[in-house]
């Protein structure tokens, strides 16, 4: 793109952000000559400030948070610090969305209403991104924007992607309660942790319009919940959410990781599932395999359950303590990290174990969804005839 965009207007300034680029920013502009600058952090600032540069007002050298090319350096700027009032922040100009992509039947509108994360999940780099402080908008804040979107454009369908829609219980109570007395007739899908959701603040979710919940489970075994991603978490809280959202008609989506240092392949109960023993008695011990956590999902009894490869990503510990944390990482072509393709290899697992263990993995998984089609189906019935 960045290309594209030179080839038609050469003088143009190629700005770049996210979280990838955040993390590489100096090997991202000595490996791609058409981007000039890359935003590292929270960006809303910092574009206004660049489009202050475009406008010859200011020079690159007074903007916080970016990286830049002068000549043949590559020059890192001070940090930019993050926003503390989100509230201050204008609503996303939605009005410029192209009425060919409305539409073509685009009916899930996302938005977010906090960032930051106090937790330091070892696989996940939001809280070096977005900082690890909790900023949140207010409640009334995010029904405004809600109550703006059902009003101007249409739509009745929201997807929450903060992080933790939950951590601040009461706030997530109060957009509830926000949603239900302007009777917006909305439905709405968010993630959460199991530990920031209750009976009763799952229950006001359901009444609001929320209709299916994430949760990051991520592994089966608690030692490694415990020892390895600091998750802080437990396989019963994660039941017993599960259960609570259920109770509150609510569909739930549970995710898992496999290829953590520690996890060990198990060939014998590899070769006992592609027999299609599953559920029948196996007495072999799988403490600490793969596949305890496979066990362990089932018991957690969501409605969907997805499975992922530990990745890498750049700005992780996992990325950055790669060997002290006992893995190995095999490839930078960062289109093989999508979740799906192994880069990496452990003490106890080589790629190929890692590999053909992900694929009985993800036919189980496919399975264990199929068998629980029926039941999500009669959930999203019942609340349609609510």
Not at 203 to 232: T, W
Request: glycine content about 6%; proline content about 4%.
């Amino acid at each position: 793109v960045s290309e594209l965009a030179k080839k038609i207007v050469p003088g143009a300034m190629t700005v770049i952000g996210g979280p990838h680029v955040s993390f590489t920013a100096g090997r991202t502009l000595r490996e791609t000559p058409s981007i000039d600058v890359v935003v590292r952090g929270e960006g809303e600032q910092t574009m206004v400030e660049l489009a202050r540069v475009v406008a010859g007002k200011i020079s690159l050298t007074e903007v916080a948070g970016i990286t830049y090319r002068f000549r043949s350096t590559v020059v890192n700027g001070p940090n930019r610090p993050v926003l503390d009032d989100l509230d201050s922040l204008p609503f996303p100009a939605r009005h410029l969305w192209p009425e060919k992509y409305i539409q073509r039947g685009m009916r899930e509108v996302p938005i977010i209403t906090s960032r930051g994360c106090p937790f330091a999940c070892v696989f996940c780099s939001t809280s070096r991104m977005a900082g690890p402080v909790f900023r949140a908008r207010s409640p009334s804040n995010v029904v405004d924007e809600l109550q703006q979107v059902v009003d101007d454009f249409y739509f009745d369908r929201f997807i929450f992607n903060d992080d933790t829609f939950t951590l601040d219980q009461k706030r997530a109570m109060e957009i509830c309660e926000g949603i239900i007395e302007r009777e917006l007739e909305i439905t709405w899908a968010c993630s959460a942790r199991v530990d920031t959701v209750s009976q009763e603040l799952l229950s006001r979710m359901s009444d609001a319009g929320c209709d299916m919940i994430y949760y990051g489970v991520e592994s089966g075994n608690q030692q490694i919940l415990d020892k390895f991603i600091g998750k802080q978490i437990t396989i019963e809280q994660a039941r017993k959410a599960v259960e609570w959202a259920h109770d509150a008609g609510i569909v739930t989506v549970a995710s898992y990781i496999i290829g953590f240092p520690g996890e060990i392949g198990d060939k014998e109960f590899q070769a006992y599932l592609k027999r299609g023993e599953y559920g029948k008695t196996y007495d072999a011990d799988l403490t600490g395999t793969i596949f305890e956590s496979l066990i362990r999902a089932r018991e957690v009894d969501s409605d969907q359950a997805q499975v992922h490869l530990l990745t890498p990503y750049p700005g992780t510990r996992l990325y950055d303590e790669a060997d002290l944390l006992g893995i190995k990482i095999l490839t930078e072509e960062w289109w093989r990290y999508n979740l799906q393709l192994p880069v990496i290899e452990t003490n106890a697992m080589s790629i190929e174990d890692i590999w053909s263990s992900y694929r009985i993995y993800m036919d189980e998984f496919d399975t264990y969804n199929n068998t629980r089609h029926e039941r999500r189906l009669k959930r999203m019935r019942r609340r349609m005839e609510a």
